[in-house]
């Protein structure tokens, strides 16, 4: 996975979250419940064991991430399309606009405005300046195009946070 420095640091405060307030409090939450007394029946103890199971599960996920992650690199210019930039497309089948920004695969949130740079619109809007017509390539039977609007360089916010798997 291509992932930014700032992608990188956050997965590594994530896994250290994790691992020194999370875990410790978990296992006493299941040391707990474990002392009721019949595990059969003992649904703090379930629900504990699960809460324990998932984060240690996210865990080892991004621990993966980190391992077989590659830098990326945003170069674009000021005035392009990239990493970070919020852009307004005009669709021209819909005949409508919509506004984007354009983040890394680990940030991405269509619902909340936020798409990948690897989707295919985000990998086709990559470079491209204001008045720019792009072709967006969905599969090899279709596509669509789109116009470049405007390009604002927001940067990374505090809303920009990473996906859950």
Known sequence: MRLTESDIEKIKEEIEHRKLVLRPRI???????????????????????????????????????????????????????????????????????????IVSTMRGDTIAGRISNESPIGKALMGHKVGDRVEVKVNDNYSYFVEVRSIE?????????????
């Open 27 to 101: 296992l006493e939450d299941v040391k707990a419940a474990r002392a009721q007394g019949d595990l059969s029946e003992n649904f703090e103890y379930k629900a504990a064991k699960k809460e324990k199971n998932q984060n240690d599960g996210r865990i080892r996920y991004l621990e993966r991430l980190l391992k077989n992650a590659t830098i990326l690199e945003d170069n674009s210019a000021e005035d392009e399309v990239g990493l970070n930039k919020t852009v307004v497309v005009y669709f021209e089948e819909d005949d409508a606009e919509e506004t984007f920004k």
């Open 153 to 165: 360089n927001t940067g990374e916010e505090e809303t920009d946070t990473l996906r859950t798997y």
